[in-house]
């Protein structure tokens, strides 16, 4: 546990220190959630590594089950 300080860059850039993106296991890509009162950083998990030795069939349901999803909401 701990706080830290850290400088927003003119771009809106901040530098996440080291020891929390090893503890939650942040490795490229985060989602920022808005509750209001305050923002949670998410690591996202590719879908890759998400379903493991399955993978490629898997990412195939999964964008089999997105695209119908679409379909069904007009997009």
């Known amino acids: ?3 830290y300080i ?5 771009k ?3 530098v996440i220190p080291a020891r929390i993106w090893r503890k939650i ?3 490229r890509v985060v989602a920022f959630i808005d509750e209001g009162d305050k923002v949670t950083l998410v ?5 890759e590594e998400a379903f ?4 490629d069939v ?3 349901i999964a964008r089999e089950i ?3 999803r679409r379909r069904k909401l007009g997009l």
């Open 1 to 3: 546990m701990g706080r």
């Open 6 to 10: 850290v400088k927003v860059s003119k």
């Open 12 to 14: 809106g850039q901040v």
């Open 25 to 27: 296991g942040i490795e």
């Open 43 to 47: 690591p996202i998990i590719p879908m």
């Open 52 to 55: 493991g030795i399955d993978g």
């Open 58 to 60: 898997m990412r195939e």
């Open 66 to 68: 997105s695209g119908a």
